[in-house]
């Protein structure tokens, strides 16, 4: 009932481009703070970046400062992760997650948020 769902992965070449979707089922995203994460094989899954509740407060990993955006859409129930200069090393499974304590800022702590989707596959090829 209460579900993310990620978008936009695939395979791109070194330097290319790429913009992720997250978009919710069965609620609105209008409270909760939104955060981006990734898995690489036989590594942990670490924050990539967030978005506040109103979208004013954005933070980033320093892996993707400069080259990733964080924005959301309210009207379309979306939140979108504009990756560029993308590198081999970017290589992942990304995943969108809803976190609802947090009124003004966001946090990218796998523990604080509530709700997962499946991920989608971003392949850097070199």
């Known amino acids: 009932q209460l579900q993310l769902v990620e978008s936009g992965g695939g395979l791109v070449q070194p330097g290319g481009s790429l913009r992720l979707s997250c978009a919710a089922s069965?609620?609105?995203?209008?409270?909760?703070?939104i955060g981006w994460f990734r898995q690489a094989p036989g590594k942990e899954r670490e924050g990539v970046s967030c978005i506040s509740r109103r979208g004013n407060n954005t933070k980033y990993a320093d892996s993707v400062k400069g080259r990733f955006t964080i924005s959301r859409d309210h009207a379309k129930n979306t939140v979108y992760l504009q990756m560029n200069s993308l590198k081999p090393e970017d290589t992942a499974v990304y995943y969108c997650a809803a976190e609802s304590v947090v009124q003004t800022m966001c946090v990218m702590t796998r523990i604080w948020y509530d709700y997962w989707g499946q991920g989608t596959q971003v392949t850097v090829s070199s």
């Open positions: 069965g609620f609105t995203l209008d409270y909760y703070a």
